[in-house]
C-alpha cells in the first residue's frame, strides 16, 4: 500500500518504508519504479526481521555510524539496509533474486 504524506519529509527525503505502507512525499512519485523498488527492498528487509528487531537494528546502526562519521547523512546512507536498497534500487527483478538476510552482506 503506497499513502501520501508531504509534510513529514525533510527537504531531501521523499520516501520511508514503515511495514507494511510505503510513504511518499507526492502522489506523482508513485511513478517512480527505482523509487518503489527502493522502499520495496525495505519491506522485504523488514519483513525478514519480523518488523520490530529491524527498526531497532537500523537505529543501532544509525547511532553507530552518527558516532563514528559525526554526520547524520553519512550515518544514514552507511547503514546496511540502506546500502543494500540504494546499491540494487536500479534492478527492478532485485526482490525476486535477493537472497534471505542479503543486507548482511552490506554490513562492512
Known sequence: MILIFKYIFPKRYVGLTLW???ILKE???KEDDVLINHERIHLKQ???LFILPFYIWYL???LIGVMLFRNFN???RNISFEKEAYQNERNLNYIKERPFWGFL???F
Open 20 to 22: 507494511p505502507v510505503i
Open 46 to 48: 523488514q519483513l525478514e
Open 27 to 29: 502522489n506523482r512519485l
Open 74 to 76: 553519512e550515518a544514514y
Open 60 to 62: 543501532i546502526e544509525w
Open 105 to 107: 552482506s552490506y554490513l
